[in-house]
Nanobody, 126 residues
Framework: VQLQASGGGLVQPGGSLRLSCVTS????????MSWFRQVPGKEREFVGG????????TYKNSVKGRFAISRDEAKNTVYLEMHSLRPEDTAVYYC????????????????????WGQGTLVTVSS
């Protein structure tokens, strides 16, 4: 199983980006798809995650109302729509997949995930 993340780039504050994560050959129909981010010298942090079966999602407080996760089952793809971007959103963004379901309070624990994408860099700067 491979996760391929893409869509990062340079954007001005207040701008938008859409990240994509394609899962090769698999749909984690019983599992979780999430996005994390990391800046140098800091721990990887949870951005948001979605239960594939019912699209129930949860987000880090600082991105609520600005970011949204969605999926396209036909394309085996999960998206992270990011709006009103801020310089503090600058990071390498990773998608992660878990085979089986999980209670929402545990979505943010990196050790709960089975597969990781390679990361895509988002830079928010004027």
């Amino acid at each position: 199983v491979q996760l391929q993340a893409s869509g990062g780039g340079l954007v001005q504050p207040g701008g938008s980006l859409r990240l994509s994560c394609v899962t090769s050959g698999r749909i984690f129909s019983r599992g979780i798809m999430s996005w994390f981010r990391q800046v140098p010298g800091k721990e990887r942090e949870f951005v948001g995650g979605m239960r594939w079966s019912d699209e129930d999602a949860t987000y880090k407080n600082s991105v609520k109302g600005r970011f949204a996760i969605s999926r396209d089952e036909a394309k085996n793809t999960v998206y992270l729509e990011m709006h009103s971007l801020r310089p503090e959103d600058t990071a390498v963004y990773y998608c992660a997949a878990r085979e089986n379901s999980l209670i929402i309070p545990l979505f943010g624990q990196p050790e709960m995930y089975d597969y990781w994408g390679q990361g895509t860099l988002v830079t928010v700067s004027s």
